[in-house]
């Protein structure tokens, strides 16, 4: 692994990340992260109860989802060209490592809520959300806070 991180890290990209693109990417990386979180705490809320229950809960999603999945993408290439700058660096950081496991937990919860819970929004759009509703929503967000401190840590700890 470590000479496919060497190489990578020496390569075209790597060396512009690392001696030009850094704070720029960087820059972008937190706007979308900014944005995907954003939204993400808007559509959660909803699904709590806390926020927005005047609101169906499919029209909100309908009109935020695009833009946390534009969002998400731009966090994901910015994110990734980052990782070219240091890759041993980041593949050896514990905040880094917690971070992207907890991506993969986020994504597997959106999955399990899309897959399972929200198959019966009919019946709780307008209204409360079922308990495994809330309990989708609590978990999103709680994992996303964590996300966005844990990539905040990266940068004093790289």
Same mark, same amino acid.
């Given at each position: 692994?470590?000479?496919?991180?060497?190489?990578?890290?020496?390569?075209?990209?790597?060396?512009?990340?690392?001696?030009?693109?850094?704070?720029?990417?960087?820059?972008?990386?937190?706007?979308? @992260?900014?944005?995907?979180?954003? +939204?993400?705490?808007? /559509?959660?809320t909803r699904?709590? &109860?806390?926020?927005? !229950?005047?609101? #169906?809960?499919?029209?909100?999603?309908?009109?935020?989802?695009?833009?946390?999945?534009?969002?998400?993408?731009?966090?994901?290439?910015?994110?990734?060209?980052?990782?070219?700058?240091?890759?041993?660096?980041?593949?050896?950081?514990?905040?880094?490592?917690?971070?992207?496991?907890?991506?993969?937990?986020?994504?597997?919860?959106? @999955?399990?809520?899309?897959?399972? +819970?929200?198959?019966? /929004?009919?019946?709780?759009d307008a &209204?409360?959300?079922? !308990?495994?509703? #809330?309990?989708?929503?609590?978990?999103?967000?709680?994992?996303?806070?964590?996300?966005?401190?844990?990539?905040?840590?990266?940068?004093?700890?790289?």
């Amino acid at each position: 692994m470590n000479s496919f991180f060497e190489w990578l890290q020496t390569s075209a990209l790597g060396v512009a990340v690392s001696e030009v693109w850094f704070p720029y990417l960087e820059s972008i990386h937190v706007i979308a @992260l900014a944005l995907v979180f954003g +939204t993400i705490v808007i /559509v959660d809320t909803r699904l709590i &109860g806390w926020t927005s !229950r005047h609101l #169906r809960f499919t029209y909100l999603s309908e009109r935020l989802l695009p833009w946390t999945w534009g969002a998400f993408i731009v966090a994901v290439l910015t994110g990734s060209a980052l990782f070219t700058s240091n890759p041993e660096g980041y593949a050896g950081n514990g905040p880094f490592v917690t971070k992207m496991l907890l991506l993969l937990l986020a994504g597997l919860n959106m @999955l399990y809520f899309h897959k399972v +819970t929200y198959r019966e /929004v009919a019946a709780w759009d307008a &209204g409360e959300p079922p !308990r495994a509703a #809330r309990l989708a929503g609590m978990s999103s967000l709680a994992i996303w806070v964590l996300i966005v401190t844990l990539g905040r840590w990266i940068g004093f700890t790289i």
